[in-house]
């Protein structure tokens, strides 16, 4: 359990008795608001580990607090009259906590403030329950409590409970009663001030739906308007607390959707239509209007959200946002040249993202492609012709590599933090500068016939009929004969010798749908296959079923007979 903890500084005056009342509640009568005050909270059923402190100057003391107080003269009167210490008096209440007595300076001047200052947060601990009394505060002090209330809360993770002022002067002069004034609210501006302003210069959202969900907490909740509010206020904090958890994990799908967002537009309607105090009203529409562009189911929403991680200093969010939008929307964009399947949606993202991040260099070197690429030649050669892929490789290769240095922390590479900043939104706009024009479709060639090109030492005149049959759907087979590995090779002659022959089979390859047949020596089949598959192409193998029958005198004879072809490794 928090500790509960209540504060008051007790001034030099002389007090004369009354009631104090808030709503249903009349004190004992008495001199000390701080009596009446803690009544009100019900101090009488506080713990013993909970506290009360009593803030003292000297004069304070000596005319307010002392045991040996009995008297005192009436400054109105100018006669002595009894006059009961408030000491005395919370002696008298018997409370079951301890009350502490803390000597504070007059507060004179700037330092003394601090001192105060200090010795009040000193008597604090981490997580207290705050409740405070301004009645007798004087100067600056009812100030510096506010303050106060909110360093602890920081720096303690404390909370304010309590802020009231006892106000003798509007008392009712017939009943001898004076209100309580509760001054919580103004600790709910500040709290919305704060909450405003962590909104205007980052973003944050979550604080202020806190605050505002507390201002319904004390509704009384009489009308079914007011049940449906609170109810609203609790739904916005929820979808602002995953709407800014979206935009900081980065769900590009969940954004795109729009749904959290577009339900706090509907639920600050509602909130303006309530009896919210103006100056939550005023925030409520500040923040709608910084979400105003989010809309249901629109890939723009992505667009929206790149510009509120800028706009917030999100960098690392703007980056990855920025760089997977750009993705998301030429995937949509270029759709009708998709070649793959519809399951394969990764593998249109990766080919996309393959497109612009190649280095300009290797554009036109084909064996420089990853398999990715080489597996649709023609159309990456397509989208290499078009102009406005040039001009978006640029920029994309910009936010890549800065991307990838707050991927990497810094540690690999040695672009600077300030550089990386300074080309956010420069590359963001490049980008979607280019983005926002009409996007001319790559046109792809047709793709010429197939061929199988049987790369092992069984030329096709004499496959069995069944290899023959299997073979047509891979197209016209033509032999290359397998070359003589010797034993004697090592691992630089059987890659020398591997390279030699996938340069033979791409020039045989051109623009046709090229599947290898490889069959032969293991280490050089395994170096060729690799080369092969990351250019795109397909290499298959021979499955045979092996019979051995025992042909007299126990002669083994042994027959391979046909079942299928199999592809090497997976795609």
Known sequence: MNRKVFISVLGTGFYSSCSYVKGDFISSETRFVQQATMEYVDVAHWGVDDAVFILLTDGSRKNNWDMEITSRKNFRTNEVES????????????????????????????????????????????????YFDLTHSFRYLPMLILV???YAKFLKDTTVKHISYGNYEARDLL?????????????????WTFAAANFKNFGKMGDLTTSIVSVTNRWSIATKQERRVKESIINLKNNINEFEKRIVTCRGREL??????????????????SSFPQPIKEILRSLKDGIMQFSNES??????????CIKYNMV????????????????????????????????????????????????????????????????????????????????????????????????????????IIKQLQETIEACFSILDQSLEMPTVPKMGEKLLINLSNHPYALWEQKQRDAAEVYGECVDLPFPNIEPSYDETEIERLAKEYFDK??????????????????????SLIEKLRKNGIECIASCAERQVEIVGNSIK????????????GCK
């Open 175 to 191: 009943m001898n009663q004076a209100p309580i004034i509760d001054l919580l609210p103004l600790v709910a501006l500040q709290e």
């Open 557 to 568: 004879q042994v027959v391979f007979n046909f079942e299928r072809f199999r592809e090497y």
């Open 83 to 130: 006059y009961k210490s408030l000491q005395a008096v919370l002696k008298e209440m018997n409370l079951p906590c301890l009350v502490h007595d803390i000597s504070i300076p007059d507060g004179k001047n700037e330092e003394e403030m601090w001192q105060i200052f200090t010795k009040l947060f000193d008597v604090l601990d981490s997580g207290d329950e705050l």
């Open 505 to 526: 089979i791409q020039k045989m390859r051109g623009d046709r749908q090229l599947t290898v047949h490889v069959m032969g020596e293991f280490t050089f089949s395994c």
């Open 299 to 308: 890939i723009d929403n992505l667009r929206y959200a790149i510009n509120w």
């Open 316 to 419: 690392q969010q703007a980056y990855t946002l920025g760089q997977e939008s750009i993705i998301t929307i030429l995937c949509e964009r270029m759709k009708a040249v998709n070649p793959f399947a519809p399951t394969e949606e990764k593998e249109f993202r990766g080919y996309i993202a393959a497109i612009l991040g190649i280095n300009v260099k290797y554009v036109n070197d084909e064996k420089e492609w990853n398999i990715t690429l080489t597996r649709h030649h023609l159309l990456s050669r397509a989208f290499f012709s078009l102009e406005w892929v040039k001009q978006l490789r640029k920029p994309y290769g910009k936010m890549t590599t800065n991307r990838n240095q707050i991927n990497h922390a810094g540690f690999l590479g040695t672009v600077s933090a300030t550089l």
């Open 256 to 273: 795109l959707k729009g749904d959290a967002v577009n339900a706090v537009k509907q639920h600050i309607d509602m909130a303006l239509d």
């Open 148 to 150: 106060f209330g909110n």
